[in-house]
């Protein structure tokens, strides 16, 4: 639990400062946007394979399989979405999301998938 904390909390400290002093000044009529690149690395997952004589590399010990997102890393993903749009959004024609203006490359795995 103590150790969940820690993590959390610097998290919490990343995104409020983003959000109080970085962003709030700018001028949300700067012209149109022609391109944006953002580029991360998906977060917590299960290992990739078990080592030989691991102790729990019965796939049963985790909460899916070999190498996919662990709920903690989907909750993370959630986390970062919400403040790309908290932060972004303004950005995009009427503030709302369009297909055909998008476009996400990622590898055919599942984790990265879903944090694409």
């Known amino acids: ?29 700067v012209g149109e ?3 944006v690149n953002i580029l991360f690395r998906h977060v917590e997952r299960t290992p990739l394979d078990p080592y030989p004589n691991d102790p729990y590399k019965n796939l049963s010990y985790w909460p899916c399989d070999w190498g996919q997102l662990t709920n903690e890393g989907k909750l993370h993903h959630y986390l970062l979405g919400s403040w790309f749009s908290l932060v972004y959004k303004h ?26």
């Open 1 to 29: 639990m103590f150790k969940k904390i820690l993590i959390f909390f610097p998290l919490l400290l990343v995104i409020q400062d983003c959000l109080g002093k970085n962003f709030r000044h700018l001028d949300h009529d």
């Open 91 to 116: 950005l995009l024609p009427g503030g709302k999301y369009n297909n055909k203006g998008i476009h996400v490359i990622s590898t055919d795995v599942d984790r990265t998938l879903m944090s694409a």
């Open 33 to 35: 946007v022609i391109f």
